[in-house]
């Protein structure tokens, strides 16, 4: 899965899970001010990765350092590749 | 200590016929039944009620997720009906969240469809891992009342019975004595219910569900009628914006109704059966604290469910208490066994009938039983000048509930 892909399907199940627009899934995009999700959405975000991807995020501290969607697929692309390795 | 009246000055529905009082009353007019069959419930072993009374023409994707992500469908239908009590009576933002308003509703338990499906994953996986936030919001017991509270910013009291069949009329109830206390000025009140199979399997269970006629749904359930033979489940939200005389005069609110008594008891003699003689007690009691005698009541509402043992009982008690001239209905027929949302549902088809003079019949009833005679039993519309509507509204586990309602007047 390149890393283009994993973008994709995280942005794509984003979308789905809290019924965002594509348009608005920009690299810059805060989870906060931009997108409007919170504490309990960043739960739920964490299931519906680990359920894509098949990796295993759980409450690794790391996940509340993100802040906008770039780190989320930065996130995901180490936690793939670490996965792969 | 000196009570303030209590009068009735919003109201709001989503029942069985769709959205909206108005809705709601017309259909129950027209004489409609709003029950189907529903092919789901044919496929559970050993179930052997089919039919039901299920809302219809709601799109959930009216709410923003943000608020509807900790609802369950019977919050969303707790909500659509408290936004249109709001907004029938013009309590405009700042007095629903100043806390002057608070709010009294509940169900008969926690979302069963969400329970469901955490027990699906559960008790496969004995893992908790993939179970979202939003759970516990769905199921709690008082998740319909806090789920409208949080939306609506309704800074008052939130209290949420849990009664059963009898809840949303114990709401109201609650409601009513907060504001005669001078506790709070208004009280949103009623109740609210989504339907599950283990709805209709509780009480097919106990053999109180209709089963005979799953091939003609329109046709049960049967209130009264000598051929009647149970309950039908169905599901949806009343809700009625109680306020004090002083603070609906002071805004110049539109009065459509005064509560003038309440009263719940409890029946004792079994978990399940209902005998009459606390169901007599419990309208006596009502009929006292609105200061009125039977014979100053001008139309029943029942709760009669469609059951053998149950509609006897409760029209022995009418019987005993007010004679075989007044008039009695059950709006069971139109529309199902809402359970927490019926007492208010029906409650709100009485206001309506209040102020149109129009006494609602019970549908199909065709063969009045012989245990049920001892009552008036409308076949078709009646037009009377109604002044004062008891209503009743009792549940499982003995608990019993009686509402008064008068005309307002000054």
Do not use: W
């Not at chain 2, 004792?268 to 009459?276: C, E, G, M, W």
């Not at chain 2, 014979?295 to 009669?304: E, G, L, S």
């Amino acid at each position: 899965m390149t890393n283009d892909e994993i973008i994709e399907r995280t942005n794509t199940a984003i979308a789905e899970e809290f019924e965002l627009d594509m348009n608005e899934l920009v690299p810059s995009a805060s989870f906060k001010d931009d997108l409007g999700l919170d504490s309990l959405d960043a739960v739920d975000m964490v299931i519906v990765l680990e359920q894509e991807f098949g990796i295993k995020i759980g409450k690794d501290p790391k996940i509340l350092r993100i802040r906008q969607l770039s780190d989320l697929h930065s996130y995901v692309i180490d936690k793939k590749n670490a996965f792969l390795n | 200590m000196q009570l303030r009246r209590v009068v009735i000055t919003g109201l709001g529905a989503v029942s069985p016929f769709g959205q909206g009082a108005e809705r709601l009353f017309q259909a129950l007019v027209d004489g409609e039944s709003a029950v189907r069959y529903i092919a789901e419930l044919e496929k559970i072993q050993g179930l052997g009620p089919h039919v039901a009374g299920l809302v219809q023409g709601i799109d959930i994707k009216d709410i923003p997720r943000k608020i509807r992500r900790t609802m369950s469908p019977m919050s969303v239908y707790a909500l659509l009906a408290s936004q249109e009590a709001l907004d029938q009576a013009l309590v405009d933002q700042d007095l629903r969240t100043g806390g002057r308003l608070g709010i009294a509703l509940g169900s008969t338990v926690g979302s069963v469809g969400t329970m469901e499906d955490f027990f699906e994953d559960f008790l496969q996986n004995r893992s908790i891992e993939g179970i979202k936030s939003m759970l516990f919001f769905k199921i709690m017991g008082h998740s319909c009342a806090a789920n409208v509270a949080q939306t609506l910013g309704i800074a008052g009291r939130t209290l949420a019975p849990s009664a059963a069949c009898a809840t949303s009329c114990q709401a109201v109830g609650l409601g009513y004595e907060a504001i005669a206390l001078g506790k709070q000025d208004l009280m949103l009140c009623g109740g609210a219910d989504e339907f599950h199979p283990l709805t209709a399997a509780t009480f097919d269970i106990i053999q109180a569900a209709s089963t005979q006629y799953n091939d003609r749904p329109q046709c049960t359930p049967r209130p009264f009628d000598r051929d009647r033979d149970g309950i039908v489940c169905s599901e949806g939200a009343g809700l009625l914006l109680l306020e004090s005389l002083d603070s609906a005069r002071a805004r110049g609110a539109d009065i459509l109704a005064e509560i003038s008594g309440f009263a719940s008891t409890s029946d004792t003699s079994s978990i399940a059966n209902p005998d009459p003689e606390p169901v007599r007690l419990c309208m006596e009691l009502a009929l006292a604290e609105a200061g009125l005698n039977a014979a100053d009541i001008d139309y029943v509402n029942a709760h009669a469910t469609g059951t053998v043992q149950g509609d006897e009982a409760e029209s022995r008690a009418i019987g005993d208490l007010f004679g075989a001239h007044t008039p009695v209905s059950s709006l069971k027929g139109h529309m199902g066994h809402a359970m927490a949302a019926s007492g208010a549902l029906e409650l709100i088809a009485c206001v309506k009938m209040l102020c149109t003079g129009q006494i609602i019949p019970t549908r199909n009833l065709d063969n009045p039983a012989v245990g049920c005679s001892a009552v008036a039993l409308p076949r078709q519309i009646e037009n009377k000048d109604l002044q004062t509507i008891i209503k009743n509204n009792f549940a499982l586990g003995g608990v019993n509930c009686a509402i008064v309602l008068r005309r307002f007047f000054e």
